[in-house]
């Protein structure tokens, strides 16, 4: 047998990284590898009272059932509801309902893009998008970024060199991997150049409500002066995600658009997984489960800043990031951050992180690093990140 | 603003039929339009029971978190395990969990076709295949199919003239639109076609367990004899559609290649309904479930063909399903079923079926329809065969 794939698929390749953070599942391994939400922090009781709710007599059988590829309409309205309640004007039509925020890079590569589009993304950028995007063959352009966020200076530099952009990818509260915001100006400054360029910007947000200091800024969403911003949220990091579910915020013409390639793509999400998320926002108070989260991930947050500034050696920078899951460190030139983790810091100290050279869509750097602070334990957080300062201290001597 | 879309939005169109469905969701209307199991048969509280489990203080966390992209291992082995009990040999890691057996076709879609690709369908074909495939912008050869199903020597002078064909689906058990099941000759002939040719075949059974009489057929995955049918399955007819789950059994290879497909469009399915099913199968019997759903179905479908048989005029014909959702009905030749439906059926007598002209993927025929049996109450199926009848009665005079 000798099958012929697609040619997309020389784009779709595993990775080396992701092969060794699963094989090295051992137990004893301090992984700060994954983006994953604390599951101690999960409300499990609030959440098994909710599915026993929906799924009564009265209800569970319309739970179970098929729906509509949009998404439950009572959702719907209730996304739209919170979304204009903080400051993005949504109507219940604006939003689709997605399976995560995945789910909404996958529909919208789809829609815009052809083999050999351009699509600019910050450099470094977040690895699922690039994962999402490849299959639909783009060409990427990259932006710097600095502490306030994608450089629109640079931007119209790029935009100048790549007339044949199509979008812009932006995470502009708490980036991933850097964990760094866009400021207010460069906000207005992006949609200003998007609608001088005619682009689509896929703003993508699903940290922005776990800020730890400071004030929200308005979305991009909320900036947009003509239907072009695309909006991608989650309850993955706010609530749960092994729910799966995630919204897309677009104007009519564009929703229109992605709603039949949800329904191609799965038909639509969980009918059951959205009514019990509908029914956990109408019985607890969602924003007060946050404000826990927020709580508890600022000691984390402060406590790993903490031990890298205690323990790591001169020479290596990090991220002040005001939320989010990531703090992003910079290696001095010439540090490979890949090979250092799977000769050293593996092997002799059980800890992983992910090597910086999977968020660079085009030119790689090997010398940094994404931490992650929210997934493990204070403890682990102090002791693994101690281990990695030791063996940093003794190998950047 | 003028955004463009990409090239693969031309096939991506709104349904004119999906539209007057949806706009006519009067109460008093009796579709047999959808491919609803029939929710009043869910086993609710049995499920109701199996999530309280799963959102115990001891596993609720995990379930809520993330998992792996492949899905939930002991899930994978469940599946595995039941299909090789039942004839199909499947070890675990032959599974990929999956959104709904529709996401199984996206994800098959990606990983073979190219613009201008050929895929074989039968015709008429199951419109959510159409769906799923249009984005990756095919060509379609169809191949005629009769009560035997898919006619393999029409097959290949088909495949004669179309060497560049790179798949063949198929929907071989209980047929969607027409009701009919592919023979076991016919299925032999057919692997060997594809080895003779090179071609994936994409085997989609998930009516499969819907059987009401006769002997289950061995699966084409079964008689495989180089790994080249993905099989696609789901357990939205046999327990619920609102739970968003199937799987796809591959090879390795092509395993490998739909995981990382799986991975780039939306991460996972959701882990608490993957741990939640796995529990409701160790801890129910879904055989059991299975022959309480085929003994109801069997009763709708003899009691909606005998309401044709006494209802219907001369001249139109119908398919005899034993089992899955539907039976086909063939008007006379230069009868507009969209047409009837629409000036005649729906206003007239407020019943609605999908007209057949959805179903053809290349030469439109404009004289069938498709007829849900499993959707309706038993009244409902009479009240509404019998307004049809005595409508089309009238009309066909």
């Known amino acids: 047998m000798s099958l012929t794939f697609s040619r997309r698929m020389e784009r779709v390749r595993p990775s080396a990284i992701r092969d060794?953070?699963?094989?090295?599942?051992?137990?004893?391994?301090?992984?700060?590898?994954?983006?994953y939400p604390d599951q101690r922090l999960f409300p499990?009781?609030?959440?098994?009272?909710?599915?026993?709710?929906?799924?009564?007599?009265a209800t569970g059988s319309a739970a179970l059932q098929y729906?509509?590829?949009?998404?439950?309409?009572?959702?719907?309205?209730?996304?739209?509801?919170?979304?204009?309640?903080?400051?993005?004007p949504t109507a219940a039509d604006d939003v689709l309902i997605v399976q995560g925020g995945q789910q909404g890079l996958d529909l919208v590569g789809k829609l815009m893009l052809d083999a050999g589009d351009t699509v600019i993304v910050e450099d470094p950028t977040f690895l699922g998008a690039l994962i999402a995007l490849n299959p639909f063959e783009p060409q990427y352009a990259t932006v710097r970024i600095d502490d306030e966020g994608m450089d629109v200076e640079h931007l119209e530099t790029v935009l100048a060199r790549h007339p044949e952009t199509k979008m812009i990818y932006t995470v502009p509260d708490f980036h991933n991997p850097t964990g760094v915001t866009m400021s207010l100006a460069r906000r207005t400054r992006l949609i200003?150049?998007?609608?001088?360029?005619?682009?689509l910007i896929l703003e993508d947000t699903p940290y922005r409500e776990l800020r730890y200091d400071g004030e929200h800024l308005p979305t991009l969403r909320s900036l947009d002066t003509e239907g072009r911003v695309v909006h991608l949220g989650s309850y993955s990091k706010i609530l749960a995600p092994g729910m799966r579910l995630g919204w897309v915020i677009a104007d009519p013409d564009v929703l229109a658009r992605l709603t039949l390639l949800k329904l191609a793509a799965?038909?639509?999400?969980?009918?059951?997984?959205?009514s019990a998320i509908l029914a956990y926002t109408q019985q607890y108070d969602l924003d007060a489960h946050i404000e826990r989260l927020v709580d508890a991930y600022r000691i984390k947050r402060d406590l790993m800043l903490a031990t890298i500034d205690d323990t790591f050696p001169a020479g290596i920078e990090r991220t002040t990031p005001s939320g989010g899951l990531f703090t992003w460190l910079t290696f001095p030139e010439g540090f490979d951050s890949t090979a250092f983790m799977k000769d050293v810091a593996l092997p002799e100290a059980r800890v992983a992180y992910v090597p910086g050279a999977s968020f660079f869509a085009v030119d790689v750097k090997t010398n940094h690093a994404r931490i992650n602070f929210s997934g493990l334990s204070e403890d682990d957080i102090v002791d693994g990140i101690s281990r990695l300062g030791a063996l940093l201290t003794t190998h950047l001597k």
């Open 266 to 274: 799965d038909t639509q999400s969980s009918t059951l997984n959205m």
């Open 67 to 88: 729906t509509t590829s949009e998404g439950l309409p009572a959702l719907r309205a209730a996304i739209a509801d919170r979304l204009a309640a903080k400051g993005t």
């Open 44 to 57: 499990v009781a609030e959440l098994r009272s909710v599915f026993d709710s929906v799924l009564s007599d």
């Open 20 to 35: 060794l953070l699963a094989h090295g599942a051992d137990p004893r391994l301090i992984s700060f590898g994954g983006g």
């Open 192 to 199: 200003e150049l998007a609608n001088q360029h005619d682009l």
